[in-house]
């Protein structure tokens, strides 16, 4: 596609519910990015895949996130038992591995946790 | 490991005035350095980037950033800034992770310029 694409846009959920947030990046981007915003903050690391290397999962914030993505293509961002701290906006990006070169960001999906 | 930090969450400045948005780096390696903005209800969009040569980078709408390596900052100026500017700008570091490459990012600093 033209762009990094995220789905859903928005997303209502109770407590206690799992959620699935999805990202297509853009074709031939062979790196991703999860990023968590909170409302009024900065933007907080997730994950980052690249290729077929192990993903840095170093900024997941418990073991109810996970993550995955199949090769260079889509992935998607798993909240289990999700809390009402979970609420923000989540920001899925992708750039090409060369460090030189800029990353794309979709538009996010603004969770909300009721 | 690289780490970015804004020294600024907030910058509060009126129309017209200079401002000053300060970002610091810690590599030990060679980096590409970005600023990106977000516009209110926005998504985020490059600013600027430095890869290699002049340290002065131009951006759009104005912007610049100066990249200075002794000092391990890229800092963001606008010499005139308007009502439009307000919004969140992000310094971000890209760093050779192995045969790959990381971009990490500041916290981010909330630009809001008054009339």
């Known amino acids: 596609g033209a762009g990094v694409s995220q789905s859903p846009s928005n997303k209502v959920t109770e407590k206690g519910k799992d959620v699935e947030l999805r990202c297509d990046p853009i074709?031939?981007?062979?790196?991703l990015y999860w990023y968590r915003q909170r409302l009024g903050q900065g933007l907080e690391f997730l994950i980052y895949?690249?290729?077929?290397?192990?993903?840095?999962k170093s900024g997941l914030p418990s073991d109810r996130f996970s993550a995955e993505r199949t090769g260079e293509s889509v992935s998607t961002l798993t909240i289990q038992r999700t809390q009402q701290e979970d609420s923000a906006v989540y920001l899925c990006?992708?750039?090409?591995?060369?460090?030189?070169?800029?990353?794309?960001f979709g538009q996010g999906t603004r969770l909300t946790v009721v | 490991a690289q780490s970015v930090t804004q020294l600024d969450s907030q910058v509060p400045v009126f129309e017209e005035a200079p401002v000053e948005l300060r970002c610091n780096y810690s590599?030990?390696?060679?980096?590409?350095l970005f600023w990106y903005v977000q516009y209110p209800n926005q998504g985020l969009q490059l600013l600027l980037k430095?890869?290699?040569?002049?340290?002065l980078v131009k951006g759009i709408n104005g912007f610049e950033a100066e990249f200075n390596k002794s000092q391990t900052s890229f800092h963001l100026r606008k010499p005139s800034v308007h009502i439009s500017d307000t919004a969140e700008y992000f310094c971000?570091?890209?760093?050779?992770?192995?045969?790959?490459?990381?971009?990490?990012f500041g916290k981010g600093t909330l630009l809001t310029v008054n009339p």
């Open positions: 990006a992708s750039s090409l591995d060369r460090g030189n070169t800029e990353a794309f």
């Open positions: 074709s031939g981007h062979t790196a």
């Open positions: 895949f690249q290729g077929n290397s192990a993903p840095d």
């Open positions: 590599s030990s390696v060679s980096v590409y």
């Open positions: 430095y890869l290699s040569g002049s340290t």
């Open positions: 971000a570091v890209s760093e050779s992770v192995g045969s790959n490459y990381k971009l990490t």
